[in-house]
């Protein structure tokens, strides 16, 4: 084998190698508000249901990258939740919400939000009448 074969070989697994260990510390780490709590300085995703009870603070004049809300987790834990981004369309719709981010002083500070919302689709099928035709 050639010399700059086995260079091209070692480099191919160094970079793989370097691809691996990337995408392994970029995993998602689901949690709930009270291990987000404890552990402030780590990323998390935290899935829940938007508290309608609460008020949603969106001024879209003075500060159109900023919103905060009320959530529930999947423990049923309440938690403020101040978003970095403009109000997504329909929020108040939204059936589940998954923000990521860290916890920071009984709040959570979401650098990214995603959103389930209610589907056209739900609530099973349409009925179709079929009249058979005759021949």
């Not at 935290?46 to 900023?66: C, F, M, R, S, W």
């Not at 834990?77 to 109000?87: L, T």
């Not at 923000?99 to 179709?128: D, H, Q, R, W």
């Amino acid at each position: 084998m050639k010399k700059s074969q086995i260079i091209l070989i070692v480099l191919i697994a160094v970079i793989l190698g370097l691809m691996i260990a990337n995408l392994m510390g970029e995993s998602r780490t689901y949690a709930s508000f009270a291990i987000a709590a404890e552990h402030p300085n780590k990323s998390f995703d935290i899935v829940g249901k938007l508290d309608t009870t609460q008020e949603i603070h969106y001024d879209a004049i003075n500060n159109p990258d900023e919103f905060y809300f009320y959530m529930f987790d999947e423990e049923n834990q309440n938690s403020k939740v101040i978003v970095n981004k403009p109000k997504p369309q329909d929020f108040e719709r939204s059936t589940q919400v998954v923000i990521s981010g860290k916890m920071g002083e009984n709040v959570f500070k979401a650098t990214s939000i995603l959103l389930k919302c209610p589907s056209k689709y739900e609530g099973g099928s349409p009925t179709i009448d079929v009249e058979e035709a005759e021949i």
